[in-house]
């Protein structure tokens, strides 16, 4: 029983433990860089073809979706008068 406490002890320690062991490189210095040098291009798609991806999809996304509620705020504002019961 006391070792069966000391292993969840130890198993709790383990898994709580803040030491990483991976070991990434720091690539904020060089998106810095990147993001903060002067060329002409707009912030949003400095980074690359998936960023001007993002950008264009929620940019149809977003007039698409403006374009179909106000389709339906029309749709709604009219009555249909041929349905009168």
């Known amino acids: 029983m ?6 969840l002890h130890q198993i709790g320690q383990r898994t709580t433990s803040t ?3 991976r070991h990434f490189k720091n690539k904020v ?10 060329d ?3 912030l949003y798609l400095k980074g690359g ?3 001007a991806l993002l950008h ?5 996304l977003t007039v698409g979706g403006t ?5 339906q705020l ?5 009555l249909n008068k041929g349905n009168k019961t």
């Open 49 to 51: 073809i998936a960023d």
């Open 74 to 78: 029309a749709v709604a504002s009219f």
């Open 19 to 21: 030491a990483s062991h």
């Open 40 to 42: 002409g291009i707009p």
């Open 2 to 7: 006391l070792w069966n406490l000391l292993a």
């Open 56 to 60: 264009r999809a929620t940019m149809i």
């Open 29 to 38: 210095p060089e998106k810095q860089k990147l993001f903060q040098e002067d």
């Open 67 to 71: 374009a179909y509620a106000i389709y």
